[in-house]
C-alpha cells in the first residue's frame, strides 16, 4: 500500500537529510553533520511512517518541528557564513517543509471535543 500523499514530502526531506549528514560526514568528516543527519532524517522518516499509520497530525506536528529547528539553526549558520551550501540549502529546504507541515497539521488538529 502506498504511503498518503501528505507523507510523501516528509519521507523525501527525511531520505535528503540523511544523505547530506552522510555526505558531510564522508567529505569532511563532520560527525556533527552525522549525527544531525541521522537524528533530523530518521524523525521525518519517522513522521512520515506516523501519517501513514493515520496518525496525521502527530506526523505533521512533528515534522514542524523538525524543520523548525533546521531551520532556524541552518538559517543563522547561512547568516553566519554566507555559505549557501549546504547551510543556505538546508535552511531553504527546511522553511519549505515547516510551512508545509503547519499548513497540514492545523487541517489534521484534532477537536477540541475530541
Known amino acids: 500500500m502506498a504511503p498518503p500523499g501528505s507523507?510523501?514530502?516528509n519521507f523525501t526531506m527525511g531520505g535528503l537529510v540523511l544523505v547530506g549528514g552522510a555526505m558531510g560526514y564522508l567529505k569532511k568528516g563532520s560527525k556533527i553533520s552525522l549525527l544531525a543527519g541521522m537524528t533530523f532524517g530518521g524523525l521525518l522518516i519517522g513522521s512520515g511512517v506516523l501519517i501513514t499509520n493515520g496518525e496525521s497530525f502527530k506526523g505533521h506536528s512533528?515534522?514542524?518541528g523538525c524543520t523548525g529547528v533546521m531551520t532556524v539553526a541552518m538559517g543563522h549558520r547561512f547568516l553566519k557564513t554566507g555559505?549557501?551550501?549546504p547551510a543556505g540549502l538546508v535552511a531553504s529546504l527546511g522553511a519549505v517543509g515547516l510551512a508545509y507541515n503547519v499548513k497540514k497539521a492545523i487541517e489534521w488538529m484534532p477537536d477540541k471535543d475530541d
Open 83 to 85: 555559505k549557501f551550501m
Open 7 to 9: 507523507a510523501h514530502m
Open 62 to 64: 512533528l515534522a514542524a
